[in-house]
């Protein structure tokens, strides 16, 4: 069955560091990859989405990495700051149970950054 | 949250009770979802429309019906509430439905079945 792995614990990392967080996937062959940031008690905020085609895309202080090999990506904060401060989801393109292609969501890693 | 309203925001229920959540979009988006959020499970898709009385099954969806009569509304029922069922739901939106398209997500409606 199609799983998502992200680390469960918490990433603590020191203000003005790069965070990198880590997204595997087994059992999928996903054309698409998407970034959410979700903040306590609301919902999750789009990021980025890489192609499978694609290695690396940036946004910002932001950077996704996707291979396809590994079945991996990594999600990149440069520069951290306390408001960075939020659970990030990967979520990668895979097939529901009615067989439509459909994104599916990791249970996310919580990153805090001290200030 | 781009124009997605979820009622109520936080609800308390019986066993045994009919629960209905409502999602409100103001975005004329085709696509709606419903998803639930539990701590180790990530997002699972409970429900999904993809217009006017068009709906389909997610990967959770035994003991939820959907419906659908505008576009703009998109309601999530759970006939016979069960404790299992104590979880947080968001409402999300697409314009195309496409895996390569971001979503949109509401707030968030905090369930407790006790």
């Known amino acids: 069955s199609q799983k998502i792995e992200q680390n469960s614990e918490a990433l603590n990392i020191q203000e003005g560091k790069t965070a990198t967080l880590t997204c595997n996937y087994t059992?999928?062959?996903?054309?698409?990859l998407q970034w959410y940031r979700q903040d306590p008690g609301r919902g999750p905020v789009f990021l980025l989405l890489?192609?499978?085609?694609?290695k690396e895309k940036r946004k910002e202080r932001l950077k996704v990495t996707f291979d396809t090999t590994l079945k991996q990506s990594l999600f990149h904060i440069t520069a951290s700051q306390p408001a960075d401060s939020a659970t990030y989801l990967c979520?990668?393109?895979?097939?529901?149970?009615?067989?439509?292609?459909?994104?599916?969501f990791g249970s996310g890693t919580r990153l805090q950054v001290q200030p | 949250d781009a124009g997605i309203t979820q009622s109520p925001r936080h609800k308390v229920t019986e066993t045994g009770t009919p629960v209905t959540l409502r999602c409100h979009q103001t975005?004329?988006?085709?696509?709606m979802y419903w998803y639930r959020q539990d701590p180790g499970h990530g997002l699972r898709l409970i429900h999904y429309?993809?217009?006017?009385?068009?709906?389909d099954k997610g990967e959770v969806s035994d003991g939820y019906s959907v419906s659908r009569s505008k576009t703009e509304d998109f309601l999530l029922t759970l006939e016979s509430a069960t404790s299992s069922q104590t979880s947080v739901y968001f409402c999300?939106?697409?314009?195309?439905?496409?895996?390569?398209?971001?979503?949109?997500f509401g707030s968030g409606t905090q369930l407790s079945v006790l």
């Open positions: 999300a939106i697409s314009d195309q439905g496409a895996a390569n398209e971001k979503l949109f």
């Open positions: 059992n999928y062959s996903p054309a698409y």
């Open positions: 890489i192609r499978e085609n694609e």
């Open positions: 979520a990668p393109e895979g097939v529901v149970d009615t067989g439509r292609r459909a994104l599916t």
């Open positions: 975005e004329n988006h085709r696509y």
């Open positions: 429309s993809y217009g006017v009385k068009d709906t």
